[in-house]
């Protein structure tokens, strides 16, 4: 595939980093915050979609070539991921110093919320779904690599298939184990109940660039049958700690659904990209993981410098100091860590780019 078809994925990549900054900012703000929190939690949810989408091929290429292959995948994505969540993490704690003490280590080993939250104050908020995606990191290609060896398979309906049973065995444990009555903080947000939902992106993967189905028609089902579920319960939906039993268990088909139906339309989109557009897909991408990573202290300054402000002057400081710092922060900091990654072997056909994509939410 070509770099153009992963400039579409970089804009949705950065519209999701940005609907997430945004939706804080008027939660914090207190306009609309209902609307404002649903639209950050399924930007999250397509981040989830995304990366596992955009990390198919290089799973796929450590089934293919063993485990010499994962240590370089891992090496990669924690190198990617890691040394600019460390960076995030000791701003937050040093700005919320007082209350920090006590929670740091478990966020900096992302032990925070594995199986319920350990963490005495969530001080970070953002850094649960950097969790799901580091141990889904661990988890997933390592399980597809154990069993396809013991079954002696590795076609692409075997991966299927063991990919399948992976999202129901979570799915079973989050319906029989997941009725906390924090739900959103003990189950939503948790990595044995959310790992499954990168795990969806990869079987989109599989199935978008394996498989002939009509794209259109794919997004069109997908988009329906979320607004049907959705439409169920559309108040409960995201009242996640007073919804009904049935509005909690219809959020993941939902977010899933509408994961698919935004991965399938940019995907889709993707040789469009005009050129005079390139550059600046690109940036979106480049900007996300700091974005997401930094939007929250970053709102913290800003609530120090800005009170009785007005909302708009307020809001166009926000934006700038997110674009702005954004882009120092991916090309001083992040970009010499990524160009010093270790290399994978060189292989003659890649059926997507390598390029992996990061978690915002």
Not at 213 to 219: A, E, G, K, M, S
């Amino acid at each position: 595939m070509s770099e153009r078809r992963v400039a579409s994925l970089d804009v949705l990549r950065g519209l999701a980093a940005l609907t997430v900054a945004a939706s804080h900012y008027f939660v914090y703000r207190k306009m609309s915050p209902t609307v404002s929190e649903a639209a950050s939690i399924l930007a999250v949810e397509v981040f989830f979609m995304l990366s596992g989408f955009v990390l198919g091929p290089q799973i796929l290429r450590c089934v293919r070539e063993g485990w010499p292959t994962l240590k370089v995948f891992l090496m990669r994505r924690w190198m990617r991921t890691v040394p600019s969540y460390w960076v995030a993490l000791v701003t937050v704690s040093v700005l919320l110093a007082p209350i920090a003490a006590d929670d740091a280590f478990r966020y900096a080993l992302y032990l925070q919320n594995p199986w319920r939250q350990l963490n005495h104050i969530d001080y970070y908020p953002v850094a649960w779904s950097l969790s799901v995606e580091e141990w889904f990191y661990l988890v997933f290609p390592a399980s597809l690599m154990l069993v396809s060896a013991l079954v002696a398979r590795s076609g692409k309906m075997a991966l299927i298939s063991i990919a399948v049973c992976f999202i129901l065995v979570v799915t079973a444990a989050r319906m029989w184990f997941g009725h906390a009555g924090e739900w959103g903080a003990d189950v939503r947000r948790v990595v044995v109940f959310r790992i499954d939902a990168i795990a969806y992106g990869f079987l989109l993967y599989i199935v978008l660039t394996e498989y002939p189905l009509p794209r259109r028609l794919l997004f069109a089902i997908s988009t329906i049958a979320a607004m049907g579920f959705a439409g169920l319960e559309l108040h409960e939906l995201f009242a996640l700690a007073e919804g009904s039993a049935r509005a909690r268990q219809s959020y993941f088909i939902v977010a899933s659904l509408f994961g698919v139906a935004a991965l399938t339309a940019f995907y889709s989109g993707a040789s469009r990209v005009p050129d005079n557009a390139y550059r600046i897909a690109v940036f979106m991408g480049a900007i996300s993981y700091p974005i997401y990573l930094f939007h929250l202290p970053l709102l913290l300054i800003l609530t120090q410098v800005s009170p009785g402000w007005p909302l708009l002057m307020e809001a166009a400081l926000y934006g700038v100091l997110l674009l702005g710092f954004g882009a120092i922060f991916h090309y001083v900091f992040e970009r010499p860590i990524l160009e010093a990654r270790p290399a994978y072997r060189a292989v003659t056909t890649e059926p997507i780019s390598a390029r992996a994509t990061v978690p915002l939410g």
